[in-house]
């Protein structure tokens, strides 16, 4: 049973860049979470998609976007890189159809702007 | 608002000392669910409980146990005779949902332990 997957592991953009992060989710859940994590920091929520919705946003700028899939993955884009991206993100799964509200999280993509 | 607060931002102890990890969080909910993971240098958090509000029983499961108190609105986390692979970071978290219907999970700053041989 697969767990939580990202792609790609690691990213170095630059500044002004374009950059699509991409992730599945565990087998048999639906809704899927973003996180970023700075450098010595806890994650911070991004957003959280549902039935291919934007279900929940965090305080990020509208630089930060997604979409979910019908096969419940999902991609974070962000636009206009700043130097401040820089950071791990973070997905996380879990299964609401259910009552579930776990989350199991992958192991991130670590992009760099430089 | 809600917050969680993590006060020690590292902790070294010797391998098979007891270590307790705290943690404080703030909420207006009267039912809410908190969480403890794990964080190696892989950098994947790993989930390792999960406790609703209503729920104050304290937790045992092998090595770990928690103590949950409202009172206090504390969620410490305790790791007796600890080992080397148990070096990681640990985040505290809140969900700000009173339901099981998923919403963000607010972290803590999370407390990274060394456990030395």
């Known amino acids: 049973d697969a767990g939580v997957t990202q792609s790609p592991t690691h990213l170095i953009k630059t500044r002004g860049q374009q950059v699509t992060l991409r992730c599945s989710p565990k087998?048999?859940?639906?809704?899927v979470s973003w996180y970023q994590q700075a450098l010595g920091q806890g994650p911070q929520f991004i957003f959280q998609?549902?039935?291919?919705?934007?279900?929940q946003r965090g305080n990020f700028p509208d630089r930060f976007s997604g979409h979910q899939f019908p096969n419940y993955s999902s991609e974070l884009n962000v636009n206009a890189l700043l130097l401040g991206d820089s950071a791990l993100y973070l997905c996380a799964s879990s299964l609401i159809q259910r009552g579930e509200n776990i989350q199991y999280f992958g192991a991130g993509t670590r992009l760099s702007v430089l | 608002a809600q917050k969680v607060t993590q006060a020690q931002t590292e902790i070294s102890v010797v391998e098979k000392e007891d270590v307790t990890l705290d943690c404080v969080y703030e909420?207006?909910?009267?039912?809410?669910?908190l969480f403890w993971y794990k964080q190696p240098p892989s950098g994947e958090l790993v989930f390792l409980i999960r406790r609703n509000s209503f729920d104050e029983q304290n937790e045992i499961s092998g090595r770990y146990s928690w103590n949950f108190q409202k009172s206090t609105s504390s969620f410490n986390f305790t790791i007796t005779a600890s080992q080397v692979v148990d070096s990681a970071v640990y985040f505290c978290?809140?969900?700000?949902?009173?339901?099981?219907?998923?919403?963000?999970?607010?972290f803590g700053q999370g407390t990274e332990l060394s456990v030395k041989p």
């Open positions: 909420t207006r909910d009267t039912t809410y669910y």
């Open positions: 998609y549902y039935e291919e919705e934007e279900r």
């Open positions: 087998s048999g859940h639906d809704t």
């Open positions: 978290a809140l969900s700000d949902r009173g339901d099981n219907q998923g919403g963000k999970l607010i």
